[in-house]
Every structure is written in C-alpha cells, then in structure tokens.
Antibody, heavy 122, light 106 residues
Framework: EVQLMESGGGLIQPGGSLKLSCVVS????????MTWVRQAPGKGLEWVSI???????YYADSVKGRFTISRDNSKNTLYLQMNSLRAEDTALYYC????????????????WGQGTQVTVSS | DIQMTQSPSTLSASVGDRVTITCRAS??????LAWYQQKPGKAPNLLIY???SLQSGVPSRFSGNGAGTEFTLTISSLQADDFATYYC????????FGQGTKVEIK
C-alpha cells in the first residue's frame, strides 16, 4: 500500500527555518517524481517544488532561493528545507507522488500525504 | 505563467443532479489538465488526468472533457459523497491550480 507521511511543521517566527520530512512506504522515492504542494488556511492549492527521479528540480517563484527540496534514498524520505520564512508561507504542506506513465514531461500527482501545518508568526 | 480560472466558485445542487464545472486556461495547455476532489481536512484526490482519463478507482459518474483552453468536469448523478471542493490543475508548463469550486448541498 502506498503511504506518505509528512512531519516537521510547527510555529516559527518570521525569518526562521524549518525542515519538513515526508516518509513514504509502498514505493521508492528515488524512482518517482515527488512534489510539495501547500494550501494556506481557507485557500486553494499552490505548487511549491518538485524533484524528478533523475534529479531535476524546480521551484515556484514564490519560494525560489529560500526553499530546497531533497531526498534521502537510504531513508526513502523526501525533504523540504524552508529558510527565511514569511507570514505568507503559512500553510498546510502536502507531499505527493507523481503519476507514473503520465505521458507528460511535467506530470500530475496521484498519491498524497495528509499534510503538516507550518505557521509563520511572531 | 499560466492562469487557471474555474467557474462557478460555489455550486448548490441536490443528490441526483447532473453537475458541470468549467476550467479555463490563460493559454493553450493541450490536454494536460487534471481534476482533483478535496474534502474538508483531507488531502486532494486525483479524479481525472489528461483532461478525460479516469484515474483508477474513481467512479464512472465523473467525466472530463476539453482541450486547449476550455475544460469541464461533469458528475452525471451527484451522490452524497461528492459534496466537496474540486480543483483543476494544468501541467503543460509547470503546475497551476484553479481557485476551486465548492459543491454544496442545495
């Protein structure tokens, strides 16, 4: 069974740092493309970052230069290092697995975790 | 950046109704369009990909249509379990979601 479990969220002051983790089971992180998507309270979904199996990485403009996506193959875990956090980064952060054989270079997302809450406030 | 616009923002319907949600892209996205369902406190669930392909395990009352810049999600006969928020997502160039359509009980 495919499962994704995020952790590492919390309350952090503006300018601070957090590292989110996404532990997966039922598939191999390094063989799939993996993404982070966030949802501000009462708002819609916003794509944040993605890492492909070959190592190609993309970021949304809103987080470029501040967030870093990575993975640890030995732990089958995806990470999101978030630095210089701002109030507008407050959101529920989901990790998701890319859809296999999507036919598209970019791909869509077929398995999601339940999210970890990040709150940036003084 | 590609912008995605959904309409309506809120839709009131009854069980058994046929429901259609529209999603428009600011430029052509070919057929790289997905639809997700999200219930309160839950993660999004992929329903449709490549504009009209039904994700495994999704009931056949859900269907998608469209290409280019205009797309629709149709629920042929609304069930109690379908009251939720629906998002479209383009993946032609990076990823952008629509603002969501909440389907509520009439």
């Amino acid at each position: 069974e495919v499962q994704l479990m995020e952790s590492g969220g919390g309350l952090i002051q503006p300018g601070g740092s957090l590292k989110l983790s996404c532990v997966v089971s039922g598939f191999i992180v390094s063989s799939n493309y993996m993404t982070w998507v966030r949802q501000a309270p009462g708002k819609g979904l916003e794509w944040v970052s993605i890492i492909y199996s070959g190592g190609t990485i993309y970021y949304a403009d809103s987080v470029k230069g501040r967030f870093t996506i990575s993975r640890d193959n030995s732990k089958n875990t995806l990470y999101l290092q978030m630095n210089s956090l701002r109030a507008e980064d407050t959101a529920l952060y989901y990790c998701a697995r890319g859809q296999a054989n999507s036919g598209s270079y970019y791909g869509t997302f077929e398995n999601w975790g339940q999210g970890t809450q990040v709150t940036v406030s003084s | 950046d590609i912008q995605m616009t959904q309409s309506p923002s809120t839709l009131s319907a009854s069980v058994g109704d046929r429901v259609t949600i529209t999603c428009r892209a600011s430029q052509s996205i070919n057929n790289w369009l997905a639809w997700y369902q999200q219930k309160p406190g839950k993660a999004p669930n992929l329903l449709i990909y490549k504009a009209s392909s039904l994700q495994s395990g999704v009931p056949s009352r859900f269907s998608g249509n469209g290409a280019g810049t205009e797309f629709t999600l149709t629920i042929s006969s609304l069930q109690a379990d379908d009251f939720a928020t629906y998002y479209c997502q383009q993946y032609n160039t990076f990823w952008t979601f629509g603002q969501g359509t909440k389907v509520e009980i009439k």
